[in-house]
């Protein structure tokens, strides 16, 4: 499939040529077509080759892809050739980029098979958040079924802080006089407890 551009500037009979392929697969029980190679012509002479890598769809359908390029930063889907070819000198990038080799009906594309990946960063970012929150729903789960009664069944005999009020006379045999330096206090003589049952 060849792209001509005739004279663009200082480059004479500009052509970009794609190579595709087409091969049948017997696990998917149809053909594929991939792009094999992307060749850039000028002057009448190949000037750039780039070997295109995961540029394949069925050979029903067309192939899309926001970008195709050499750069890293889109993920660099042609490759040079080689490392002593002129394609090194090169940067080349598609955008938008569409291609149909077989099978075309009334000159449009088929259904198009997109190259972005189901786990693209966005994706693998929400799923880890949603991990991550369901990991706290399930310790809250947890901790809510294994949480015990809060029933506390009190046995007391007397409170330590609270004292019944108590004739004159009886208190004279409840309470001691101790003294020292002039100063009158008392000491209970029996010591009452609280038992709590839990």
Avoid at 48 to 65: L, Q
Avoid at 159 to 182: H, I, T, V, W
Wanted: aromatic residues 14%; neutral net charge; proline residues 3%.
């Amino acid at each position: 499939l060849s792209l001509k551009f005739g004279d663009i500037g200082n480059l004479k009979g500009l052509v970009i040529r794609f190579l595709l392929t087409t091969s049948y697969y017997q696990l998917s029980v149809q053909n594929w077509f991939s792009l094999h190679r992307l060749q850039l012509l000028y002057n009448h002479s190949i000037q750039a080759t780039f070997n295109a890598t995961r540029i394949y769809a069925p050979a029903s359908y067309s192939y899309h892809c926001e970008h195709v390029s050499s750069l890293q930063r889109y993920d660099a889907l042609l490759i040079p050739s080689s490392a002593n070819d002129l394609s090194k000198l090169w940067e080349v990038t598609f955008i938008d980029f569409q291609i149909q080799g077989f099978n075309i009906q009334e000159g449009q594309f088929a259904y198009a098979k997109d190259c972005a990946s189901f786990f693209s960063p966005a994706i693998l970012m929400g799923l880890v958040m949603s991990l991550i929150l369901l990991l706290v729903l399930a310790y809250a789960l947890h901790m809510l079924v294994h949480l015990k009664s809060l029933d506390r069944h009190y046995e007391c005999k007397a409170s330590p802080a609270y004292f019944a009020q108590m004739k004159d006379n009886d208190m004279g045999d409840e309470k001691e006089p101790l003294r020292s330096c002039g100063n009158e206090s008392y000491e209970l003589r029996n010591q009452q407890f609280c038992k709590i049952y839990i």
